[in-house]
């Protein structure tokens, strides 16, 4: 079977490989757990060796935050509003010790945040090659550890904002006073709920003017320890919709698609009604959807057509 | 020489110990490093023993984390509105092994938050002990890991409400993307400055919607990384000014009392005028004056005649 590409995902946690088809299917995937922040002994060129062994000599691309200060090469960001189309314009090769080269796909920069992202773009180039009929004007959250939120028009991402919310959650989970120590829960929906109402009742002041009720309730008894994580989490993910309509990344007569790891876009959309958002979920695999379209843009799928 | 009362101030990470005059003076001060999440071998008993050692035996009154769950004995919270003049008359007593008894002052509690407080009552206490010309009408911030925000009326807590700033940025500083393995930098009030400005310019978003600005910033070089604890602490403080503001715990044209540590009260006095807000400094030592005046009210100093 001929391969014409190999896409590499590669965040700062971990690392996905894709060997496509002839159709830009995904043949094979790895999952390893070599990020940028955590290598195996050897670096990037150990953990790109092993995420390729076996597999044809074809061009690679890697998108994420590979390409950050201090991921295999640091290359630069193109700034909002940016096409594209002109991802594929402006990689940056990297010659692998196996004689392969890697291309690396350069991250976006809004000048108005300023913001930055990097892995982000290569899925919008995605899911829009996915729902063509969405390249003209759309709306998207991607939630995470740094959870975006991207508007695009024309083709172009025009702008994008960062909400820390997953990190945050982690921060206050495992170390603050409100969430230390305190025992694994299984999912419990309600505190999630009753989370996302305190966020929403917050008004003006937002979500973390209430955040320290979550020990009040816990010292009264009002909350179980083991549910303090998904109130938290209803919380915070409740205050990041309050900020995304505030700063106007949303309005509650556009929808906006969410695209991620399906738990987590699953309490979005728990979350979203109750400041009148419409959450829309998008098909997987938006990342591999990403790299291969930022490849033929880029000339990389020798001899190949593409949509 | 005369000892009416001995006044613990007994936080989470810290005690200190007041041996009092007769008219109400700290005539001797110990500060030790043993809060209720920190103590000696031999935990609560033995680090009262070291903090009274020598000392006559005096009634003992104290105040803060020691009365809470996990101090050396959970006393009840008084639900606000509560007239100062009530922590008096709902003490707790403990038999310390030296036969000492050591009477404990319970904790506030806003049923609307709900939220909870341990040691800023009797800080309260003191400062309206200092100042009784605002025990009629008065808004007090004592900033700090939790800050909090109070409300007196009539000599009464009608109201308070915690903001996690400290907290906030002790966790975003050591263990965030943001803060992590960065240099100390000095302080930096331009830094400060521009970190206030966004906080005041994220309008209704608020501040913690601009957080991840602070890394584009830093990775574009607008931002020195030994200065980014110094732009972090102007956003989190400001947006704890706004979220007061939003929530309607300060009004631009009600002054607000600021008590604590002079650096940090100073650096909220520093962010104040971006929103509007006037904040002044009030008398240091407001725990001891505090402890004082709670103790006469509950008719533990013998004998002595008291403002």
Known sequence: MNTPLIGLDWGSTRLRAYRFDEVGGVADTRALPWGSRQLPQGGFEEAFARAVEGWPHAPVLACGMVGSRGGWREVPYLDTPCRLEALGRSLTAIDAPDGRTVHIVPGLRDPAGPDVMRGEETQVAGVLARMPG?????????????????????????????????????????HSVLGAGLPEGGADDEAFARGVAAAQASGAAGGLSRLFSTRALMLEGALAPASVADFLSGLLIGDELRM?????????????????????????????????????????ATAASGLWRVAAAAGLLHGLSHA
């Open 244 to 284: 995304a309509l505030a700063a106007g990344w949303a309005t509650p007569d556009a929808p906006v698609l969410v695209v991620g790891e399906d738990a987590l876009c699953a309490r979005y959309r728990q979350a979203a009604p109750a400041f009148g958002l419409s959450l829309q979920s998008t098909p997987g």
């Open 134 to 174: 969405l390249a003209g004007n759309a709306r998207l959250l991607m939630p995470g550890t740094h959870s975006k939120w991207v508007r695009v028009r024309d083709d172009a991402v025009t702008g994008f904002t960062t909400l820390m919310t997953g990190e945050l959650f982690a921060l206050l989970r495992g």
